[in-house]
């Protein structure tokens, strides 16, 4: 059985695939039957793993050791020839919706697949590849400035994964140090993060501009392959939050200063629940591990196969350390048929959602791993997240073994914290809406608009006077916002239908286990409201949805006396 570290990487040859992708488009655009465009369609799907395989084993052992000098310099390689291999994928695309057999193969695939071509092709053209490539090696650069971080504390150097445990320190004094070291490492270094972003938002506004739209926006929803939702419906949804979960996260900051015993929260209290202490996990990383394969041997045959696949090939790289890439994520190794799970463990209860989370997505992969379409693969990134986050909630039987007498206040923070985490979810989202509006923007008015919106949407946040925070900073953490743009909302809506399998597991597990497995199974085959009406959920954009599910959640958080905990 081959494992992790033996699954082999040579650089493609560019030119040489190009040629060999033309043989088989040829044969595809000329066939003379359904089964030789389906045979012509297996080839092309064939080879077009096979790059994704070798860019997968790239970006991971990049990512595990930027220092890594061969892995580094095939990652810059990568970052040139993507544009180019989309242009590969944008050729077969085309191709593909102009074929005389498009009914017998939309018949066969199903429609996605086709409504998936339509927007690679509107969202992609030659003339841009320079700019991607820029694109491209700009989301390199922040990746590998948040990864360089040595932040000096209490006598030790951390990275900023390793910072986080003592921003959940019992001494008030030791937070507010622990955010003042962080968020000093983005002041001293904020002249690059201004100008990262600065040129990412003009070159993303100059490609949509050469492709014909106004502005960033249009094509952003194109390459998140929003196929059956709009910008208007998201606006539609950002306006529920503010009116239901923004009044009700309010109160539950309101609760935690009262329960941790501040008369202000601040800013560097928000990570504190407990005068007793967060719940952590009660053991070592192995430790955890150990649980997480009972867990997933208890909760199904499908997970306990699917765990167990994962362990036996090294398919996770979990604990945090120096030079290794913040975040964490999950990702799939094509022509290994290996999901490969990435984090960085650091004591805290993260290190449990982690197991959980990126799981529900590795999970979901392995699922749907053998559906033959590598566009079905995965879903759309808001229907993906719908699996991890459930994930998290399925799984909420076995949390004891992690956090024996601490379990209680786990769960408690658990839902407490998806139901807080919304409104600054659609403030991510609203703010990259603002700036791609106005991609003439200077620095310091993306910072003053991003200020307003914490106004809006966070209305507890106080900073206490750590003047990069005060002048409108906090969002260049975020790497989604200079990574993947537009991808966040995803995490809220998501949100609103893990909700909702929590309260259906908690009425009737076999039927809402089952509704999940099928979600999985179905990868993404469907767009996301589909997807969500095969899991019998109801849509976030329906009117109603929000308040219902809020509903449940307070009523379970207002039966809990957090004080005692």
């Given at each position: 059985?081959?494992?992790?570290?033996?699954?082999?990487?040579?650089?493609?040859?560019?030119?040489?695939?190009?040629?060999?992708?033309?043989?088989?488009?040829?044969?595809?655009?000329?066939?003379?039957?359904?089964?030789?465009?389906?045979?012509?369609?297996?080839?092309?799907?064939?080879?077009?793993?096979?790059?994704?395989?070798?860019?997968?084993?790239?970006?991971?052992?990049?990512?595990?050791?930027?220092?890594?000098?061969?892995?580094q310099k095939e990652r810059d390689y990568f970052d040139e020839i993507l544009p180019e291999i989309q242009e590969l994928d944008t050729e077969f695309y085309k191709e593909l919706v102009k074929s005389t057999y498009r009914e017998a193969l939309e018949e066969r695939f199903g429609s996605q697949l086709f409504?998936?071509?339509?927007?690679?092709?509107?969202?992609?053209?030659?003339?841009?590849?320079?700019?991607?490539?820029?694109?491209?090696?700009?989301?390199?650069?922040?990746?590998?400035?948040?990864?360089?971080?040595?932040?000096?504390?209490?006598?030790?150097?951390?990275?900023?994964?390793?910072?986080?445990?003592?921003?959940?320190?019992?001494?008030?004094?030791?937070?507010?140090?622990?955010?003042?070291?962080?968020?000093?490492?983005?002041?001293?270094?904020?002249?690059?993060?201004?100008?990262?972003?600065?040129?990412?938002?003009?070159?993303?506004?100059?490609?949509?501009?050469?492709?014909?739209?106004?502005?960033?926006?249009?094509?952003?929803?194109?390459?998140?392959?929003?196929?059956?939702?709009?910008?208007?419906?998201?606006?539609?949804?950002?306006?529920?939050?503010?009116?239901?979960?923004?009044?009700?996260?309010?109160?539950?900051?309101?609760?935690?200063?009262?329960?941790?015993?501040?008369?202000?929260?601040?800013?560097y209290d928000e990570g504190f629940e407990y005068t007793s202490g967060n719940a952590e996990p009660k053991g070592s990383p192995e430790w955890i591990i150990e649980n997480g394969k009972k867990m997933y041997a208890e909760l199904s045959d499908e997970t306990n196969e699917f765990f167990q696949y994962m362990?036996?090939?090294?398919?996770?790289?979990?604990?945090?350390?120096?030079?290794?890439?913040?975040?964490?994520?999950?990702?799939?190794?094509?022509?290994?048929?290996?999901?490969?799970?990435?984090?960085?463990?650091?004591?805290?209860?993260?290190?449990?959602?982690?197991?959980?989370?990126?799981?529900?997505?590795?999970?979901?992969?392995?699922?749907?791993?053998?559906?033959?379409?590598?566009?079905?693969?995965?879903?759309?990134?808001?229907?993906?997240?719908?699996?991890?986050?459930?994930?998290?909630?399925?799984?909420?039987?076995?949390?004891?073994?992690?956090?024996?007498?601490?379990?209680?206040?786990?769960?408690?923070?658990?839902?407490?914290?998806?139901?807080?985490?919304?409104?600054?979810?659609?403030?991510?989202?609203?703010?990259?809406?603002?700036?791609?509006?106005?991609?003439?923007?200077?620095?310091?008015?993306?910072?003053?608009?991003?200020?307003?919106?914490?106004?809006?949407?966070?209305?507890?946040?106080?900073?206490?006077?750590?003047?990069?925070?005060?002048?409108?900073?906090?969002?260049?953490?975020?790497?989604?916002?200079?990574?993947?743009?537009?991808?966040?909302?995803?995490?809220?809506?998501?949100?609103?239908?893990?909700?909702?399998?929590?309260?259906?597991?908690?009425?009737?597990?076999?039927?809402?286990?089952?509704?999940?497995?099928?979600?999985?199974?179905?990868?993404?085959?469907?767009?996301?409201?589909?997807?969500?009406?095969?899991?019998?959920?109801?849509?976030?954009?329906?009117?109603?949805?929000?308040?219902?599910?809020?509903?449940?959640?307070?009523?379970?958080?207002?039966?809990?006396?957090?004080?005692?905990?």
């Amino acid at each position: 059985m081959l494992k992790f570290e033996d699954y082999l990487y040579k650089r493609p040859n560019l030119q040489t695939e190009k040629e060999i992708f033309k043989q088989f488009l040829t044969a595809f655009s000329t066939a003379n039957s359904i089964e030789a465009a389906t045979k012509a369609m297996e080839e092309l799907n064939a080879f077009r793993n096979k790059l994704s395989t070798l860019y997968n084993l790239v970006y991971i052992r990049a990512s595990i050791d930027t220092n890594d000098e061969f892995y580094q310099k095939e990652r810059d390689y990568f970052d040139e020839i993507l544009p180019e291999i989309q242009e590969l994928d944008t050729e077969f695309y085309k191709e593909l919706v102009k074929s005389t057999y498009r009914e017998a193969l939309e018949e066969r695939f199903g429609s996605q697949l086709f409504q998936i071509a339509d927007f690679a092709i509107k969202s992609f053209s030659p003339a841009v590849i320079e700019l991607m490539q820029r694109e491209n090696k700009l989301t390199s650069e922040y990746s590998k400035l948040k990864a360089s971080a040595q932040i000096e504390f209490q006598g030790e150097i951390y990275t900023l994964a390793q910072l986080e445990p003592f921003e959940e320190s019992k001494d008030r004094s030791v937070r507010k140090q622990a955010v003042e070291a962080k968020f000093g490492f983005f002041e001293k270094n904020a002249l690059k993060f201004d100008d990262l972003y600065d040129q990412l938002v003009k070159t993303r506004h100059e490609i949509a501009t050469l492709l014909g739209f106004k502005n960033f926006i249009e094509l952003g929803y194109l390459r998140m392959q929003r196929i059956d939702y709009n910008a208007e419906m998201v606006g539609v949804f950002r306006k529920q939050v503010r009116e239901s979960i923004v009044p009700a996260a309010t109160k539950l900051y309101k609760r935690q200063a009262a329960r941790i015993g501040v008369d202000s929260l601040k800013f560097y209290d928000e990570g504190f629940e407990y005068t007793s202490g967060n719940a952590e996990p009660k053991g070592s990383p192995e430790w955890i591990i150990e649980n997480g394969k009972k867990m997933y041997a208890e909760l199904s045959d499908e997970t306990n196969e699917f765990f167990q696949y994962m362990l036996d090939r090294n398919l996770m790289d979990l604990e945090a350390k120096k030079g290794k890439e913040a975040g964490g994520y999950c990702t799939f190794i094509d022509d290994y048929q290996s999901p490969f799970i990435f984090s960085n463990f650091n004591g805290t209860s993260g290190d449990i959602d982690v197991l959980t989370h990126e799981a529900g997505h590795a999970f979901q992969v392995y699922s749907s791993r053998n559906i033959g379409v590598p566009e079905y693969l995965w879903p759309t990134s808001e229907s993906a997240e719908i699996h991890s986050m459930s994930m998290e909630f399925f799984t909420w039987p076995w949390m004891e073994n992690f956090f024996k007498e601490d379990v209680e206040k786990y769960k408690f923070s658990h839902l407490a914290s998806g139901l807080k985490f919304i409104p600054y979810g659609v403030a991510v989202d609203e703010f990259q809406h603002l700036v791609y509006e106005n991609p003439e923007w200077t620095p310091d008015e993306r910072k003053a608009a991003w200020k307003k919106l914490e106004e809006v949407y966070l209305p507890h946040r106080d900073y206490d006077g750590l003047s990069y925070l005060e002048a409108g900073g906090f969002w260049q953490r975020q790497g989604h916002i200079y990574e993947n743009p537009f991808y966040y909302i995803d995490y809220t809506l998501a949100q609103i239908c893990a909700f909702q399998f929590w309260k259906r597991d908690r009425e009737n597990h076999e039927d809402a286990w089952k509704d999940y497995l099928n979600l999985c199974k179905l990868g993404g085959s469907k767009p996301f409201i589909g997807l969500v009406k095969a899991a019998n959920l109801r849509s976030p954009f329906e009117e109603g949805t929000v308040e219902s599910v809020i509903d449940s959640i307070e009523e379970w958080l207002d039966s809990v006396d957090d004080k005692a905990l």
